[in-house]
């Protein structure tokens, strides 16, 4: 299933490196990460580059965000939406599937995903965050396997993958029609990914970075979609669109919205109005596709 990233020829692994079984590139494993780049070392230090401006953002815990942070109740609704798609999906077309969680960060997912598999494979391009990740499920018994990959050169080969979490990554990156015609390949005829993102191109969000242009700032978002824009994407990568999920509505302040919607009770009131009233406004999408 891997693949040379140089010559795009099947991996094996040979004591602690994996290597190209054509042209014998070694690729490294670090801490039982393999790093399947072209340049570890250049990769490494531009990801350390982002670090130093942005220490925060790359290398704060996410799983306390899930677990403790101001959004936990809206997170685990998208939690419990993503585990019924899976169930439902692994249902039809039967259970010995594989899932691969791409843009895995601390594998805060990776708790639950995996009761729905035993073939879990987890990537990202912070070694950082997949260390820790690794840390985490050894800890919890959890099987997986982690990868370092760019994912616009993904080192998978055609049609590896039965459902792909792609879960709040899509906004980061910038060639993103690329990166999605890089999953749609991946990706087996008949599975599905489950695509994650902020709606953050729609007025009300538009309005919340206008008034608090300093939250931006912090982070590394470069799209900002609304499911038009998001639909004539995954469309032009070669989807099929299955469903649009709108979830989470709050205050158009991030500093009061924060504070407000860490109580259940009015998160709950903010998403039975805004399903209702502000559909399109709604702070998350989540469309699933199948190849």
């Not at 990233?5 to 014998?24: A, D, Q, R, V, Y």
């Not at 609704?77 to 439902?88: A, F």
Request: glycine share 6%; net charge positive.
């Amino acid at each position: 299933m891997l693949l040379c990233i140089k010559c795009k020829s099947p991996i094996n692994l040979e004591e602690n490196n994996l290597m190209c079984s054509k042209c014998f590139h070694k690729y490294p494993i670090v801490d039982g990460v393999g790093v399947l780049v072209s340049d570890p070392t250049k990769h490494l230090k531009f990801i350390q580059d982002k670090i130093e401006i942005k220490k925060e953002w790359y290398i704060g815990n996410q799983t306390l965000s899930y677990d403790t942070g101001p959004y936990k109740v809206h997170l685990q609704k998208r939690i419990s939406y993503v585990q019924n798609v899976i169930e439902t999906y692994l249902k039809n077309n039967g259970i010995k599937k594989n899932i691969l969680d791409l843009g895995c960060g601390d594998g805060a997912n990776l708790r639950w995903l995996s009761k729905y598999s035993q073939d879990i494979w987890a990537t990202d391009y912070n070694l950082f965050r997949l260390r820790r990740a690794k840390k985490i499920t050894d800890e919890m018994k959890i099987s997986a396997k982690f990868f370092l990959v760019d994912i616009l050169n993904l080192p998978f080969e055609n049609n590896s993958f039965d459902i792909i979490f792609f879960n709040h990554v899509i906004e980061h990156i910038n060639n993103d029609l690329f990166a999605l015609e890089n999953i749609y390949r991946i990706t087996k005829k008949g599975g599905i990914v489950i695509v994650g993102t902020p709606n953050e191109g729609a007025l009300m969000w538009k309005f919340a970075y206008a008034i608090e242009p300093r939250v931006k700032k912090k982070t590394d978002h470069v799209n900002f979609y609304t499911s038009k824009s998001l639909s004539n994407l995954v469309l032009k990568a070669g989807f099929k669109i299955k469903h649009i999920e709108y979830m989470g509505w709050g205050i158009p302040s991030w500093s009061l919205d924060r504070i407000i919607r860490k109580y259940k009770i009015i998160d709950d009131i903010f998403e039975h109005i805004g399903k209702r009233v502000f559909k399109n406004q709604a702070t998350s999408l989540y469309m699933i596709l199948e190849k």
